[in-house]
């Protein structure tokens, strides 16, 4: 509940008034929280418990850098030293909120500053905290979808419309080799398509559909289906009995996506992949090992930037949805060279907060 000696301040002796308020704020779905003016939480709801995951009793009296890196910190002071030079004394800024379990969640944060004293002093302010992930995802979708597209169908189409040429006044040789080339881009062009419907329709932040899923069972099938798929690859797995876990089927995306980024860019005559799977009381750990050259860094800077440019274009969509999974299941996606330099390894680190552990 609200802390009414909190209340009994703002409304003097109007109980009724104060039952009121205290009931909506309660009920609001959103994130609200009271700072005072040295930045210590007075007043928190149950929505704002939810998105950060502390207890009401662990944010009250203790500062808000409990919830912010120092260089959002300093951006928050700047927000309010704007708003109290302005007339509106309010203001609105995106931040990142790192939670009690480790996840980082992208909020948009809206306050306003407490009536002053008797000396203009700054007191506090009081404000609004929203999840803005769904949105953000949204955005970062779009985005990368119209560029990718552009850029490979772009370069596709060039492609079959110059072998096409070819063909038209080729001997049987030549009429072979363009022939092959152009169902490879055609084919090249089927797989983009059904990946941007992928990251369009199926990747979304909905909570609501998570459902208690046996992590090994699933990443068995995984395996079995790219050993079907692809004869020519070694798909092997390091896995413990059972691990069940509240997640989507948006995490077998990830994973198929990942296990077929590493089977396609092996130039080599063999291609081998390894999934592992780890579990601690504070995360579970996916992991994707291959035998791959490095993944270019254009690739690895447009994913860990969060977007592409004109200059920066990445290989496709694929790691793109394994990235979104990730960020949509409150996780990260991490990548490394492997310690010999054999190969890659790809690690999707859910916390248990967001996996029902």
Same mark, same amino acid.
């Given at each position: 509940?609200?802390? #009414?000696?909190? +209340?009994?301040?703002?409304?003097?002796?109007? #109980?009724?008034?104060?039952?009121?308020?205290?009931?909506?704020?309660?009920?609001?779905?959103?994130?609200?929280?009271? =700072?005072?003016?040295?930045?210590?939480?007075? =007043?928190?709801?149950?929505?704002?418990?939810?998105?950060?995951?502390?207890?009401?009793?662990?944010?009250?009296?203790?500062?808000?850098?409990?919830?912010?890196?120092?260089?959002?910190?300093?951006?928050?002071?700047?927000?309010?030293?704007?708003? #109290?030079?302005?007339?509106?004394?309010? +203001?609105?800024?995106?931040?990142?909120?790192?939670?009690?379990?480790?996840? &980082?969640?992208?909020?948009?944060?809206?306050?306003?500053?407490?009536?002053?004293?008797?000396?203009?002093?700054? &007191?506090?302010?009081? +404000?609004?905290?929203?999840?803005?992930?769904?949105?953000?995802?949204?955005?970062? &979708?779009?985005?990368?979808?119209?560029?990718?597209?552009?850029?490979?169908?772009?370069?596709?189409?060039?492609?079959?419309?110059?072998?096409?040429?070819?063909?038209?006044?080729?001997?049987?040789?030549?009429?072979?080799?363009?022939?092959?080339?152009?169902?490879?881009? %055609?084919?090249?062009?089927?797989?983009?398509?059904?990946?941007?419907?992928?990251?369009?329709?199926?990747?979304?932040?909905?909570?609501?559909? @998570?459902?208690?899923?046996?992590?090994?069972?699933?990443?068995?099938?995984?395996?079995?289906?790219?050993?079907? @798929?692809?004869?020519?690859?070694?798909?092997?797995?390091?896995?413990?009995?059972?691990?069940?876990?509240?997640?989507?089927?948006?995490?077998?995306?990830?994973?198929?996506?990942?296990?077929?980024?590493?089977?396609?860019?092996?130039?080599?005559?063999?291609?081998?992949?390894?999934? #592992?799977?780890?579990?601690?009381? %504070?995360?579970?750990?996916?992991?994707?090992?291959?035998?791959?050259?490095?993944?270019?860094?254009?690739?690895?800077?447009?994913?860990?930037?969060?977007?592409?440019?004109?200059?920066?274009?990445? =290989?496709?969509?694929?790691?793109?949805?394994?990235?979104?999974?990730?960020?949509?299941?409150? +996780?990260?996606?991490?990548?490394?060279?492997?310690?010999?330099?054999?190969?890659?390894?790809?690690?999707?680190?859910?916390?248990?907060?967001?996996?029902?552990?």
């Amino acid at each position: 509940m609200v802390d #009414r000696s909190q +209340g009994a301040d703002v409304f003097g002796d109007d #109980r009724s008034e104060f039952n009121d308020y205290a009931y909506l704020v309660e009920q609001a779905e959103d994130g609200l929280y009271m =700072l005072d003016e040295d930045g210590t939480f007075e =007043l928190v709801n149950e929505a704002f418990t939810e998105l950060t995951g502390y207890e009401r009793e662990e944010l009250i009296g203790t500062d808000v850098r409990r919830l912010l890196s120092g260089d959002d910190y300093r951006n928050i002071n700047d927000e309010i030293r704007s708003a #109290r030079r302005s007339s509106t004394e309010s +203001g609105s800024f995106l931040t990142t909120f790192e939670t009690k379990s480790g996840q &980082k969640k992208p909020v948009e944060i809206r306050f306003s500053l407490l009536p002053t004293g008797e000396n203009s002093e700054y &007191k506090g302010l009081t +404000g609004v905290a929203r999840d803005v992930r769904a949105r953000r995802h949204r955005e970062q &979708k779009l985005d990368v979808l119209s560029r990718v597209l552009r850029h490979n169908v772009r370069n596709k189409i060039n492609l079959i419309v110059g072998h096409a040429s070819v063909i038209e006044g080729a001997d049987d040789e030549q009429y072979t080799r363009a022939a092959g080339k152009i169902e490879a881009a %055609a084919d090249d062009l089927m797989d983009l398509s059904e990946k941007a419907r992928t990251a369009q329709t199926e990747v979304s932040f909905n909570p609501s559909e @998570d459902r208690q899923t046996d992590l090994v069972a699933l990443l068995q099938h995984v395996a079995v289906q790219f050993r079907r @798929d692809y004869p020519a690859a070694r798909v092997v797995t390091d896995l413990p009995e059972e691990l069940p876990a509240n997640t989507s089927k948006s995490y077998r995306i990830a994973v198929s996506e990942l296990v077929e980024n590493a089977i396609e860019h092996n130039p080599g005559d063999e291609s081998v992949v390894r999934i #592992r799977l780890t579990s601690t009381d %504070a995360e579970i750990r996916t992991v994707i090992e291959d035998n791959c050259p490095p993944i270019p860094e254009t690739e690895r800077r447009a994913i860990n930037e969060g977007q592409e440019t004109p200059l920066m274009h990445s =290989l496709g969509i694929g790691l793109w949805l394994a990235n979104w999974v990730a960020d949509t299941l409150g +996780g990260e996606l991490q990548f490394e060279r492997l310690l010999d330099d054999s190969g890659n390894r790809a690690t999707l680190v859910l916390h248990h907060a967001s996996t029902g552990g």
